[in-house]
T-cell receptor, first 114, second 114 residues
Framework: NAGVTQTPKFQVLKTGQSMTLQCAQDMNHEYMSWYRQDPGMGLRLIHYSVGAGITDQGEVPNGYNVSRSTTEDFPLRLLSAAPSQTSVYFC?????????????FGQGTRLTVV | KNQVEQSPQSLIILEGKNCTLQCNYTVSPFSNLRWYKQDTGRGPVSLTIMTFSENTKSNGRYTATLDADTKQSSLHITASQLSDSASYICVVSAPSGGSYIPTFGRGTSLIVHP
């Protein structure tokens, strides 16, 4: 049982480049979300989706886009990478919205923007 | 603004000893509170969930308490093991626009020495 799979695990980008972080889950979860984790700070919600075709912004959405064409996949796009986007990114999924539903996290993508 | 404050920031204990981690929150309205364990280089994993009506919940050597009146929670670890070395994150969820938005604390870094 793979759970939540994120790719790549590590990535270095130059300022201004774009890229997509991939996230896939095989648990048939409706709710998926993306977080960033910076040193000394809690995880911060970037975008989330309550089901295929439905996405919404979280706490820090600027500079990121998402789409949810299938239940399984929830990619995160960096439009024009900036050094401030250097962070560790986590994708999570849960059966429903966080109320009473455990979130399962991927192993993270460590992104460095130079 | 909803906030979750954890203390201490870091803690070093000897193997076999007990410890207690604290979480204070201002999230309102309150839906539930979870404690997660995050090993270095990995995504968080849920330990316990507390709802408004629950005061205590145990998961093996982990016991979480909740005082919804004072908006405080604690995570007690009994007979610590080397594998308990990790970051422990308190997460409080609140309803928002038909979904539920989690607010993450910054975590307590626990190191267990032999």
């Amino acid at each position: 049982n793979a759970g939540v799979t994120q790719t790549p695990k590590f990535q270095v980008l130059k300022t201004g480049q774009s890229m997509t972080l991939q996230c896939a889950q095989d648990m048939n979860h409706e709710y998926m979300s993306w977080y960033r984790q910076d040193p000394g700070m809690g995880l911060r919600l970037i975008h989330y989706s309550v089901g295929a075709g439905i996405t919404d912004q979280g706490e820090v959405p600027n500079g990121y886009n998402v789409s949810r064409s299938t239940t399984e996949d929830f990619p995160l796009r960096l439009l024009s990478a900036a050094p401030s986007q250097t962070s560790v990114y986590f994708c999570a999924s849960s059966y429903s919205a966080p109320r009473g539903s455990e979130a399962f996290f991927g192993q993270g993508t460590r992104l460095t923007v130079v | 603004k909803n906030q979750v404050e954890q203390s201490p920031q870091s803690l070093i204990i000897l193997e076999g000893k007990n410890c207690t981690l604290q979480c204070n929150y201002t999230v309102s309205p309150f839906s539930n509170l979870r404690w997660y364990k995050q090993d270095t280089g990995r995504g968080p994993v849920s330990l316990t969930i507390m709802t408004f009506s629950e005061n205590t919940k145990s998961n093996g050597r982990y016991t979480a308490t909740l005082d919804a009146d004072t908006k405080q929670s604690s995570l007690h670890i009994t007979a610590s093991q080397l594998s308990d070395s990790a970051s422990y994150i308190c997460v409080v969820s609140a309803p928002s626009g038909g979904s539920y938005i989690p607010t993450f604390g910054r975590g307590t870094s626990l190191i267990v020495h032999p």
